[in-house]
């Protein structure tokens, strides 16, 4: 099976550490996007990418996040100077620019947690 | 601003029993794309189905349809004869088709249990 493939499962840090996880979304897809979800709620839109192009940001997104995808197939997602707000679960999703409508396909996800 | 709303927080159905889960959404973009999702206990987002704002028909997919009712504004998700696999968070969402602004916007969800 080739799907979403994010790393880590988990994450447990220190406040102030910097964490970085990665998604390696479904090899034919061109689009990929970064969601965070708290307990009890739906995600919510970080960012996306069009192959390597960075082509919108949340204003969830505060300075000390940062998100990249290189030669526009895996993605990394940076936090600096963690904080405890920042624990969530940090979803990647990917899809196709093909044809219709297109679903968003989700890894598994990264749960992060700041103790 | 588009906005997808869910009011059942949780909902108990017996198996083998139908359920609708209920969804309205809200978006001045006259094309758009509907969708639902569920999300298991472990976490990952597992996608169920998918309305074109301009299909003429309700989408089925299994066991799975989606009442879509474009007047109102609804997109309800109507799961046909209920499984215990079934039990899970389910997520109504919606995307502006030709907007450049590709994100999926998600409602706050329903936890459907379902009863043996």
């Known amino acids: 099976d080739t799907g979403v493939s994010q790393d880590p499962r988990h994450k447990i840090t220190k406040r102030g550490q910097n964490v970085t996880f990665r998604c390696d979304p479904i090899?034919?897809?061109?689009?990929l996007y970064w969601y965070r979800q708290t307990l009890g709620q739906g995600p919510e839109f970080l960012t996306y990418f069009q192959n390597e192009a960075q082509l919108e940001k949340s204003r969830l997104l505060s300075d000390r996040f940062s998100a990249e995808r290189p030669k526009g197939s895996f993605s990394t997602l940076e936090i600096q100077r963690t904080e405890q707000g920042d624990s969530a679960m940090y979803l990647c999703?990917?899809?196709?620019?093909?044809?219709?409508?297109?679903?968003?396909?989700f890894g598994d996800g990264t749960r992060l947690s700041i103790l | 601003a588009q906005k997808i709303t869910q009011t059942q927080p949780g909902m108990f159905v017996q198996e083998k029993e139908a359920v609708t889960l209920d969804c309205t959404y809200d978006?001045?973009?006259?094309?758009?794309?509907l969708f639902w999702y569920k999300q298991p206990s472990s976490g990952e987002m597992i996608f169920l189905i998918y309305?074109?704002?301009?299909?003429?028909q309700n989408a089925t997919e299994g066991r799975y349809s989606l009442n879509f009712q474009k007047a109102r504004k609804s997109a309800n998700l109507v799961i046909s004869a209920s499984q215990l696999g079934d039990s899970a968070m389910y997520f109504c969402?919606?995307?502006?088709?030709?907007?450049?602004?590709?994100?999926?916007?998600f409602g706050s969800g329903t936890r459907l249990s379902i009863r043996p």
């Open positions: 969402a919606m995307r502006a088709a030709y907007s450049s602004a590709s994100k999926i916007i």
């Open positions: 090899s034919e897809h061109n689009r």
């Open positions: 309305q074109g704002s301009y299909d003429q």
């Open positions: 978006t001045s973009d006259p094309s758009y794309g």
């Open positions: 999703a990917s899809s196709s620019t093909v044809g219709a409508d297109q679903p968003q396909h």
